[in-house]
């Protein structure tokens, strides 16, 4: 048997089809299956006005379920016996007796009939749609449903040459009849099969499958291009929300005036897909964007031609508009662009945009210098790298704002390193967005991220749970990516430091501190004049007496949040670098690094130099899994426990130094010399921060430590000899220490 | 064959209104008259916000002139303006129908619906003032978007029930697309072919020029700010006062009267905005304190006979 269901309804956004498609999927076979009705194959299909879901191979009835329930033993109480009977359902003849391992027990055979696949997808079906998982989902009229917009009908059969016409509780009416195109085929009829329901469709304009719709549309577009020598500029999301908007796409080409030729190309084409949803067609041989594409929903006597002038005045009114958007900005300095950021607020603790900038542009010099840019260029980029905010264009198009940028740079004629920074800066947006990598770009992006940070920081705005308003963990793995894929030596925290100290909301609050204090003394100037009465219209002497606790109290807690403001300034760097090391460990777990690797490096001395933090993650990992380094690990491990374990014991701690001269065994001088002549090239390999090479002179020490635990009893008699074998394995984890935190590394 | 022939083309501004108008009353809407206050959009009609909320049925389309000083363009811009009017229908409980109703409507002032392509594009409606939210579409014609549809959710933070179908039209807009005018002040406004034929540069260019300078440059802030105070001190004010009227003896609970102060505070605040006065965090609390004097407004209208109480 074969099910078939369609719910067809008021138009479905396009975002939401696909999504709502596989969820009917999922829910409904689900629904099937958890009730013993399995199928064969299951396919769902979407239009703006309907989801469909056609399932094949549907099994006629559930299996009859057959369930052996134990009860009580044979002699059990009479209470026991009949609470068992009311459990079970059953009466006393059901009851048999069987053998158990204890002895006779009663049992029951509990037969659950299978039942009927019509009766289970009637209640599966009634069931999804009523908790159907929209993103939003709206009532209508004096409905007590939910959908996504009005449901109308639902077409619901179930059979294969007999179909029945299998009941959903919904209050629109459900049967074996749907409708077509609204424009080009009113009007509802009956089908009998998912074969006959999709045929009808197709001769009602309506091509039931997506993917079909969106290869039409691409197929058509590409070919009319095609004919004229142009391409289309492709577009996946566009298309795939376009085949969203239609039932029965028609593909329609129109000109754009030569007027608009001048526009930047991603003008034209941000203008007409998030606008329009046109595709945008481009001349390969100028480069221009010089067509557009309009799917509309249907045919018309006239070939299109009324809906295509219609689009053609749209898209006109709209290029007019950017038109003199861009022609209006290009006739603004820059400088007078980036000025008027005074007016926007960042944040009412942080201050202006102007002010954010002149931060950013501070720090920017600070930094070049570290990432090799120059630092004039780069406070000249980060000075105006906010300016295109400021232009007509970019509020009319956000999603152009560093594109902007760089054309206004450009058009200014400002240097070619500018001009980048003003674009790139921004970047990177997320994961999988591109990094820059010219100096000047570097510098700007990593000072506008880590001011963002530290102002955030500063005032306590710290992400919480799926809370992160700001976006600070993309600024901070902004930060990360921006310093290792450039190999960049950063010590984090001096940067921290500075920025968060050139945070405004400091000076702010010693501002108002200031002032109450300035009350307060002025108060108290004047009653202690005795002559002193005030005026009713700036307040007497008895006002000011009543007032003054209160303006005390004031001070104390203005004073208090002064004092707990600088303390929590003093400590937000640190705070801030382990928020960098999570969103770190979140970035190199995914690079396949392993966490008790990253651990081992992140507590090491100088882990805010990213760089050099995971240079050592990478190299210990690749250690770990060579034979000297997995073995040279359980050395360390063996060592570590018998010094915790003795330390412990004795209540000291070996960390004198030990001397060959009490060296008995041969295997224990062989250690010392191993040690003596490991350890000067380990220090020299750290120095040089070569970390492998000082993975590669830890493993000459493999051998040696293997063969001291093999022939020799550190825990000696003679207390001479035990206390400079300890101080030994202190020393060797000593050193190993020094290249990683073997002792935060499991297994 | 359905679709309206070419002879029966609207050929003035004032033609569509009487066609929308004539339609509209033949599917039973009470024709109200536009609301003698100023008001953003024709939502803020107590036609349309009061009466959508409680269980009481409801019809009524009207136009409503709609003033936002922030779009003053002196005139000089071919569709923005600062005072415009929108057409505005309201059914409740929504019909089942209502997509075809409104395509009538469409062909009805002269939209041929075979030879356009009509589309419903998702657009979630919100009015932070209001308090409403509503999920429906922006209606386009060929790429152009004439019409927003709603199915109102939420007013003043109640759930609608039943749910209220909200057609609103732009009718500048819808009228250019119809008549073929690139310029708003160049279309006509009464038939072309009368004694006085004037176009609706005729009637509101010199006044949307002076409406500018005047939303601006020249409103008096500080007296805007304390009307802005005022209004929302009266609209408590009057709903401070216990139902029973002492004179007549009945129950009257002004949630008329109170409704008005709102939409008095609701321009006053855009006037603000206009004249470059309230800053973006600001903002914010402004309209705040709007959605609080609808909310109060609102909790009272449902109290009331027309809000769905049997007294």
Known sequence: ?747 | MRGAKPMDKPQSFQDIILRLQAYWAGKGCAMLQPYDMEVGAGTFHPATTLRSLGSQPWAAAYVQPSRRPTDGRYGENPNRLQHFYQYQVILKPSPPDLQALYLGSLEAIGIEMDLHDIRFVEDDWESPTLGAWGLGWEVWCDGMEVSQFTYFQQVAGMDCKPVSGELTYGLERLAMYVLGIDHVMDMPFNSPDSPVPLSYGDIFKQAEAEYARWNFDVADTDMLLKHFEDAETECAAILEHPADDPKTGRKIIMAHPAYDQAIKASHVFNLLDARGVISVTERQAYIGRVRALTKMCADAFVQTEAGGVSQ
Request: hydrophobic share 45%; aromatic share 6%; charged share 25%.
């Open chain 1, 1 to 747: 048997m074969d099910y078939l269901l369609e719910l067809f309804s008021e138009e479905i956004p396009a975002r939401m089809q696909k999504r709502a498609g596989e969820d009917l999927k999922k829910l409904v076979t689900n629904g099937m299956v958890e009730a013993g009705i399995t199928y064969e194959s299951a396919a769902v299909f979407t239009t703006p006005r309907r989801l469909c879901l056609n399932v094949c191979g549907v099994l006629e009835a559930s299996p009859t379920l057959r369930e052996e329930r134990k009860g009580p033993r044979v002699g059990a109480p009479e209470k026991a016996i009949e609470g068992f009977l009311r459990g079970a359902g059953v009466s006393r003849e059901d009851l048999v007796v069987k053998a158990d391992k204890k002895g006779d027990i009663y049992v029951v055979e509990i037969v659950k009939p299978g039942r009927g696949a019509a009766e289970v997808l009637s209640e599966v079906v009634s069931e999804v749609v009523h908790n159907f998982p929209w993103p939003k989902s709206m009532r209508w009229g004096a409905s007590q449903m939910r959908w996504v917009r009005p449901l109308h009908s639902v077409l619901s059969i179930l059979g294969k040459t007999e179909v029945e016409v299998v009941p959903v509780q919904v209050d629109v009416p459900v049967g074996d009849s749907t409708e077509g195109h609204r424009f080009m085929a009113p009007g509802r009829f009956s089908v009998s099969s998912f074969e006959d329901y999709e045929a009808k469709l197709k001769a009602a304009y309506v091509m039931l499958d997506p993917a079909e719709r969106a290869d039409m549309i691409w197929h058509d577009a590409t070919n009319a291009a095609f004919a004229l020598g142009l391409d289309v500029v492709e577009d996946r999301a566009l298309l795939a929300e376009v085949a969203g908007l239609v039932e029965w796409p028609v593909v329609l080409m129109g000109g754009i005036a030569e007027d608009f030729f001048a526009l930047p190309p991603e003008v034209l084409q941000s203008s007409m897909r998030e606008h329009q949803k046109f595709f945008s067609v481009r001349n390969p041989k100028t480069g221009r964007i010089e067509k557009f594409v309009t799917v509309a929903n249907r045919e018309t006597a006239d070939a299109g031609a009324t809906i295509l002038a219609g689009n053609q005045k749209v898209l006109f009114a709209r290029l007019s508009d950017a038109k003199f958007f861009w022609e209006n900005d290009l006739r603004v300095p820059l400088a007078d662009m980036a000025a008027k950021l005074e007016n926007v607020t960042f944040h009412n603790k942080l201050g202006t945009q102007a002010e954010r900038v002149a931060r950013i542009a501070a720090l920017a010099r600070e930094i070049a210098p570290m990432v090799g840019a120059d630092a004039d260029l780069a406070g000249q980029a980060a000075e105006i790298c906010k300016a295109g905010l400021m232009s007509e264009m970019v509020y009319e198009f956000p999603e152009l704002q560093g594109l902007m940028g760089r054309y206004y740079a450009e058009a200014a004629g400002m240097p070619a390193e500018v001009a980048n920074a003003c674009e790139q800066h921004w970047q990177p947006l997320g994961p999988s967005d591109d990094v820059p990598s010219e100096p000047t770009s570097v510098a700007v992006a990593l000072a506008d991220k880590i001011d963002t940070l530290t102002g955030f920081w500063a005032i306590d705005e710290k992400p919480t749970g799926s809370k992160d308003p700001f976006a600070l963990r993309r600024a901070a793995l902004g930060v990360i990516r921006l310093v290792l894929e450039n190999d960049l030596r950063v010590g984090l925290v001096e940067q921290l430091d500075r920025a968060i100290n050139s945070q405004p909301w400091k000076l702010a609050l010693s501002g108002a501190l200031l002032n109450i204090r300035n009350q307060v003394s002025e108060a108290k100037t004047k009653l202690a004049d005795p002559n002193w009465r005030g005026s009713l219209l700036s307040g007497t002497r008895e006002q000011l007496e009543a007032d003054l606790p209160a303006l005390e109290i004031a001070t104390d807690n203005s004073s208090n949040e002064y004092q707990s403001h600088i303390s929590w300034l003093a400590e937000a760097p640190q705070n801030l670098l382990s928020f960098f090391h999570d969103r770190l460990k979140v970035y190199l777990k995914d690079k396949g690094i392993r966490h008790d690797v990253i651990d081992a490096c992140l507590a090491m001395p100088g882990n805010d130099d990213l760089t050099l933090l995971v240079k050592r993650a990478e190299a210990l990992q690749a250690f770990l899994n060579t034979d000297d380094g997995e073995n040279l690990l359980q050395g360390f491990k063996r060592a570590n426990n018998i010094l915790r374990a003795e330390e412990k014991k004795d209540g000291v701690s070996y960390e004198g130094q030990p001397d060959i001269k009490f060296a008995e065994a041969p295997a224990e001088q062989a250690l010392f010399k191993a040690l003596t002549e490991a350890a000067p090239s380990i220090e020299t390999a750290l120095k040089a921060e070569n970390i492998e090479a000082a993975m590669a002179a830890l493993a000459a020490l493999r051998a040696p430590i293997y063969t001291f635990f093999d022939d020799v009893q550190v825990n000696a008699e003679n207390q001479i000899t035990r206390r400079n074998r300890l101080c030994l394995l202190n020393e060797i984890r000593e050193v190993m220490q020094k290249v990683a935190m073997f002792s935060e590394i499991s297994g």
